[in-house]
């Protein structure tokens, strides 16, 4: 029971309205009671001495300044509230291996910084809510300081809300002896739901990063068809792993670290037909009779001569991945995504370039409009392709059977064809082995009139260490050589 006592002035206008309201309350509310105190004029001054002289103008001009007050505290607290939200991650697939190793490097504060906060969401096209929530206990048992809750999304058509950055995982391992065109056409549907799930319902700025075994670039190109109201470049592939994994296996190679191996270009289809380019892969601090400062380096190809090793044994050994294979490459792949997210919030390393699957805005004399793997560098956010960069690989026999393969998968994808057809090679087309030798060659003579050129302006600026031991000559190779792996 609530008992409310009004008084005031029989004349005053103010009392006749809260009269009016409260007996307005009275009447709907039943446990609402009001007491009323009326008094004359002369009485309410004589014994209570309260009056008021308030015209309406001020009081239109404390409603006013009563109006600024309360939009000044919403926006307070609106920016408060912004400064201690966590930022929202979601992750789809969540219950394939990668997932499991991505988690703690995405809350470790590596990637998105050590004063920020994220909140984990959990997303999986194959539902095992059993193993999923040991994932969450997992995670929570890890006691991160920045991770301030995980959590599974269990209602569809809530997932991605107000996401802030989304990583798209494949949980589902596929028959690869299934036929092609089967799996390319599985790929829709979800890539539709995703799509217009993220236009609905992410954050404007959202950034969507899809990894995983197959049909990356189909992936990314099929989500940003659905998600008219994101800006196309926030939506990427990674190409890292196979970037990493080429980088590796130049360093054993030539006995170095693999960190020191940089510029490697991963052209075309990430997961279907790509080429590796070499002509601007680099190496630093290599161990040879001549060593320079930290920033110098030499081009691998004038290093390793042996193009058949280049043809058959690095080429073949990239394209043997199986989806078994890859399962087990949990570690590298998150590792990889999680570098890809370190570059987009804290810009990539200056004056190095990274193979991206970006949506192709005419580059390189691609098709506009085609998620294609290409060198990219991040800064401020945005992922651009370097323009400038001139010598490639790229010749125009590569450039179509990239451009043939992107476009039969979404023929395929779309329904407009039945069939995938296979690429016809233009007439006269040089193989690959070839294209190394001529490219080896130009590199040595390359690297013979750089030296005649840069020789003195070298000796003066750097100090030499020559060993009295023999010099070490740049790694020969044959076709009965093996690598220890």
Not at 437 to 451: G, T, V
Request: net charge negative.
């Amino acid at each position: 029971m609530a008992k409310f006592v009004v008084a005031g002035k029989a004349d005053c206008p103010y009392f006749a309205k809260a009269e009016l309201l409260a007996d307005y309350l009275q009447k709907n509310l039943p446990d609402f009671q009001i007491h009323k105190i009326i008094q004359h004029p002369d009485i309410w001054e004589l014994y209570y001495g309260i009056t008021s002289k308030m015209m309406t103008d001020d009081m239109l001009l404390i409603a006013d300044e009563n109006m600024e007050t309360h939009i000044e505290i919403e926006q307070e607290e609106k920016e408060l509230k912004e400064m201690i939200n966590p930022l929202q991650v979601w992750i789809t697939g969540a219950s394939c291996p990668t997932c499991y190793h991505l988690i703690p490097i995405l809350a470790s504060g590596e990637v998105f910084g050590l004063e920020e906060e994220i909140s984990i969401n959990l997303l999986s096209s194959t539902y095992n809510e059993d193993n999923l929530r040991g994932l969450v206990m997992e995670s929570e048992d890890l006691a991160l300081p920045l991770l301030r809750n995980i959590s599974l999304c269990t209602e569809i058509n809530e997932a991605f809300l107000e996401a802030h950055v989304i990583v798209i995982l494949n949980d589902i391992i596929e028959d690869e002896s299934e036929p092609l065109e089967d799996r390319i056409r599985d790929r829709f549907p979800i890539c539709q739901l995703y799509g217009s799930l993220i236009d609905k319902n992410a954050n404007e700025n959202v950034k969507v990063i899809v990894a995983g075994k197959t049909f990356l670039n189909l992936t990314t190109s099929l989500i940003i068809q659905h998600t008219p109201s994101v800006n196309p470049r926030n939506i990427i592939a990674v190409a890292m792993i196979v970037e990493n994994e080429a980088k590796a296996m130049l360093a054993r190679k030539l006995k170095a670290p693999a960190s020191d191996v940089k510029d490697v270009i991963i052209w075309g289809n990430i997961t279907g037909f790509r080429y590796i380019d070499l002509k601007k892969a680099k190496i630093f601090k290599y161990n040879s009779a001549i060593w320079g400062p930290p920033n110098y380096s030499r081009f691998l190809l004038q290093l390793i001569f042996d193009s058949e090793w280049i043809r058959k044994e690095f080429v073949a050994s990239l394209n043997a991945w199986s989806l078994k294979e890859h399962f087990q490459k949990a570690i590298p792949s998150a590792h990889c995504i999680a570098t890809m997210l370190t570059f987009w919030f804290h810009d990539s390393p200056p004056g190095e370039f990274f193979s991206v699957g970006i949506r192709s805005e005419g580059e390189f004399g691609m098709p506009e409009g085609m998620v294609i793997s290409m060198p990219a560098q991040c800064q401020n956010g945005i992922w651009t392709v370097p323009t400038d960069l001139i010598e490639s690989e790229l010749t125009e026999d590569v450039r179509n059977r990239i451009i043939h393969d992107l476009q039969q998968e979404q023929l395929v994808a779309s329904g407009e064809q039945l069939i995938y057809e296979p690429y016809t090679p233009a007439p006269g087309a040089p193989p690959r082995e070839t294209r190394v030798r001529i490219q080896i060659d130009e590199n040595r003579a390359e690297e013979e009139l750089l030296k005649e050129q840069s020789a003195l302006e070298f000796f003066s600026q750097v100090s030499l260490d020559i060993s009295e031991g023999p010099s070490q000559e740049p790694v020969e190779g044959n076709e009965e050589e093996t690598l220890d792996y």
